[in-house]
């Protein structure tokens, strides 16, 4: 199938014709000492490389067949309604009315309505702090009533900022919906397109820059009964808080995790963070926070979990599996809870089998008992250099009855020819299927 669709990048208007992606046969080029996870597959959008990041996935509870990703820049999302054979873009998700959308993130509520959320502005302001001489911005959702198919053409603006001096400048937002089944009580005079004002949540603010002074990198999962769990990064240390009322009051934010800074340098990449993730085992209520800091001297990913809604922490347990102060980074991870069983499955960047730390691995970490112990695998089928890219702030992951949907951002290779431009990037699609298989049938 071959569809013709239009790109708006920076005010510029691009007809690509594509044909549906299927996926690569997985010829193997070994890039760590790990062991491929389950019935693997890994897909590269057909399109031409460009300045792609910063992944986000999600499956939808009504029809698990029905998966959704999403990616920067601009705003641009893919669906598959074959759980994840066959992907096609979807037209329709980024904002005509500004140059630039990213920051992505999208979920499925319990009707199988998709959501999109992005930030978009005309320019940005100074590297230290985004705010300084830039122009219009906002946090915008955007409706999907066919799982991810078709959008609607307005976009539900969740805080938007006129050009002005002293304009706030929003960023990093993230998208959660509550997908589980209980009696409420609610009304909405227009179909849910418009959201109430925000509110703040926090009880400690932070600086307006990025650095180790800044309120950032929230997270947030929702539990059975309208609790709702958000998390964030705030100097070194993890902050947490909950809301009994799905989200209409919190409680006072409080830290529950001491870590090493949250924000620091890896090789060969432009910007990296360990900022904190949360899901939830909505069958025994286990809590579950992963993060990525430098405490042994290299970056680790770690995970904790508490089983009394957040009052109580376990220690870090360490999710990557490669020896201890071996001088090799693990970073941008991402964390999913696979409702059906309760596995934890955590995607991440990875340099253990390369000595000069910088060529770059894609590996799955699952746990099956509560967080306790991670199994590695390797998901990526080559390794990439960065090559100084940003690759984003986060990956993506998305888990359901055994079946796991990841998304990450590589760079693509240089022409032949070469060239001393900027590296461009594409963004890889993968699945990994844990369920047993059935025998064939005689």
Known sequence: MTTEFGLRTLGVVIVVS????????????????????????????????????????????????????????????????????????????????????????????????????????DKLGTPE??????TRNGVFVRRSLDGGKTWEANAAAIDEQ???PEMPFEDKPYLVA???????????????????????????????????GAVEGFAAAAAPNGLLYAVWADGNSIVFTQSRDGGITFVPSKKIIDTAPLYFNVEAVERSNGFPQIAVDSRTGRIFVTWADYRNGDVDVFCATSMDRGR????????????????ADQFFQWLAVDPADGSADVIFYDRRDDPENRRVAVVLARSTDGGQNFTNYEWSEN??????????????????????????????PRPRSGSAARPSTVVKLAVADFKPQQPAAQ
């Open 18 to 121: 594509l044909t549906t992606l299927a996926a690569v046969p997985r010829g193997r080029q070994s890039v760590t000492t790990l062991a491929a996870p389950p019935n693997a597959k890994v897909i590269s959008l057909p399109r031409r490389p460009g300045n792609f990041s910063e992944p986000s996935v999600a499956i939808n509870p009504l029809n698990p067949s029905q998966v959704l990703a999403a990616f920067q820049v601009p705003a641009t999302a893919v669906y598959s309604e074959d759980a994840g054979e066959n992907w096609q873009f979807a037209a329709g998700t980024a904002p005509e009315n500004y140059k630039i959308s990213g920051d992505v993130s999208v979920s499925y509520d319990i009707l199988g309505h998709a959501f999109l959320c992005y930030i978009a502005f």
């Open 129 to 134: 702090y985004w705010a300084h001489n830039a």
């Open 162 to 164: 006129s050009t002005r």
């Open 178 to 212: 509550d997908n589980n089944p209980i009696i409420l009580f609610s009304r909405s005079n227009n179909g849910g397109i418009s959201w109430s004002q925000p509110f703040e949540i926090s009880s400690h603010e932070g600086l307006p820059r990025d650095d180790n």
């Open 312 to 327: 109580n922490w376990s220690r870090a347990v360490r999710v990557n599996s490669d020896p201890l102060h071996n001088g």
């Open 383 to 412: 390794s990439f250099d960065p090559e100084d890219a940003f690759l984003g702030d986060y990956l993506g992951i998305g888990a359901m009855n055994g079946r796991v949907y990841g998304a990450w951002t590589e760079t693509a």
